[in-house]
């Protein structure tokens, strides 16, 4: 039996600027990811990748069409449930990392825990199992710029991962990292999948794709999906 869909989009269009001078990004999107799929999102620079995916996380809006996350429907929520949605279900990795540099290791990783109003003993615990697990604990008092890019990096994945969230959108997660750096990112990516995290991967990479299951393919607005043994023979 097919898993359920946790994105589903029917007819999304988005445009930049105003009437006359309105340029199209993204044309009559309709796509379905499962619960528990691995995607990668492909497309020349400049083709909406980063735009899709900002909509995907109700961090942008769409101009017409419809979008459901985990049965909401997102065009219908208030700003503030839209908050919320974010804050619960959805893990962001971006390619700059987007940590704080302010703060130390273990309090970015528990900042999304702090912003759910959950206390610091419990957030900074959690935090902790975390690190742990990407074997970082021995940076948890250090701040973000005194590290690599490599572990910079997973110290955002693990910022992604504390609110246990549904889906991991991930835009360009590798492009600022070494060929080992980047690789040990495709091999936590594959761990998170195995334990059945949906996870959306804008990319360049193609090492990243085909790995993933299931591959969307952005041109001129419009999107193609594509298994990844096609993009093997297209490389
Ligand atoms: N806020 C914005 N205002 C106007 N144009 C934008 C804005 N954000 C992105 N664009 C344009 O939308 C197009 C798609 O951008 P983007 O989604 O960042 O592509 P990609 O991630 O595939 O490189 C580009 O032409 C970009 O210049
Ligand atoms: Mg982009």
Redesign the pocket.
């Known amino acids: 039996m097919s898993k359920p869909a946790l994105i589903s989009c029917q007819h999304l269009s988005k445009s930049?600027?105003h009437s006359t001078n309105a340029s199209v990004?993204l044309r009559d999107i309709t796509l379905t990811i499962e619960e528990g799929c691995y995607v990668a999102l492909m497309?020349p620079?400049?083709?909406?990748?980063?735009?899709l995916l900002n909509i995907l996380g109700c961090l942008d809006d769409f101009d017409s069409g419809s979008y459901h996350l985990l049965n909401y429907a997102i065009e219908q929520q208030s700003l503030n449930l839209l908050s919320q949605i974010r804050c619960r279900h959805i893990g962001f990795i971006f390619q700059d990392y987007g940590l704080v540099n302010e703060y130390s290791v273990l309090d970015n990783i528990s900042l999304p825990l702090y912003l759910q109003g959950i206390a610091k003993t419990r957030a900074n615990a959690k935090a902790l199992v975390l690190l742990k697990r990407f074997t970082l604990q021995d940076h948890a008092d250090k701040y973000p710029l005194t590290l690599s890019g490599g572990q910079q990096q997973r110290v955002a994945i693990c910022r992604a991962l504390i609110s246990q969230p549904k889906v991991i959108l991930a835009d360009e997660p590798t492009g600022n990292l070494d060929q080992q750096s980047g690789q040990q990112v495709l091999e936590l990516f594959d761990e998170i999948h195995q334990q059945g995290v949906t996870l959306v991967v804008?990319t360049h990479d193609t090492t990243l794709a085909t790995r993933a299951q299931k591959i969307f393919h952005i041109e001129d607005g419009k999107i193609q999906t594509m298994a990844p043994k096609e993009m093997e023979t297209d490389v």
């Open positions: 930049y600027g990004i497309g620079s400049g083709s909406g990748k980063s735009t804008a």
